[in-house]
Each structure stands twice: as C-alpha cells, then as structure tokens.
Nanobody, 126 residues
C-alpha cells in the first residue's frame, strides 16, 4: 500500500489550463503505473490517463487525447497531468491512482488501481 498526495485542480473558464500533481510515497516496487480517473456527479468513474513509469507507455481517454498530457518523474515519485483546452464536460472530481508492476496501462485498469489519492475538484465554466 502506498500513499498518494494530490495537488492542483481548481476552477477555470473553458479553454483554460490546469495541472494536477501526484506524489507517491516510497515503496519497494521497481515500477508503477500511475494515472488519473474522474467522477462527475451521478456518473460512473472514468479513466482519464495512465502511464507506466518503467517505459513511459501512456494511454488516454478518447475525449482528452490531444488536450491532456500525463508525465512521470521517477526521481520524485511523481506524476503530472497537464490539462489544456479544458471543456465544461471535464468538470469532475479527479483521483490520482497507482498500481505496482505488473499493471495495466488502460482506462479500464486505472479505475481499479488499489492505491488512490483523496481527489481534487476540477470545475470548468462555459
């Protein structure tokens, strides 16, 4: 079990940008998948982006491709989600999640990662 501490998020107008950060506590595992999923009111959780720290392999939800970029800094045990050209439909509670290797780099996997942050609100107004 690892601890995840999130930061970033907030309220912006449509077309704006935000950056989410997630710091993972140290662990013995040599590799991790880290990512974000989001949940809007009365909707099911949906994967947003995920990255494997060993290879840098990434996967994104179709609705955020070309707008969001996930990255990882292994030296800092951190992952980042740069969100550009935000849309009102992006409004949700965003959760950082992590899973030690072996792990799946997919939208279906990230919502089931066993380690999760506390969530940070992203609100985009039109």
């Amino acid at each position: 079990q690892v601890q995840l501490v999130e930061s970033g998020g907030g309220s912006v107008q449509a077309g704006g940008s935000l950056r989410l950060s997630c710091v993972r506590s140290r662990s013995r595992s040599s590799g991790y998948c880290m990512g974000w999923f989001r949940q809007a009111p009365e909707k099911e959780p949906e994967g947003v982006a995920v990255i494997y720290s060993g290879t840098g392999n990434t996967s994104y939800h179709n609705s955020v491709k070309g707008r969001f970029t996930i990255s990882v800094d292994n030296a800092k045990n951190s992952a980042y989600l740069q969100m550009n050209t935000l849309e009102p439909e992006d409004t949700a509670l965003y959760y950082c999640a992590a899973e030690p290797f072996p792990c799946g780099v997919s939208m279906a996997s990230v919502i089931h990662f066993r380690n999760r942050g506390q969530g940070t609100q992203v609100t985009v107004s039109s």
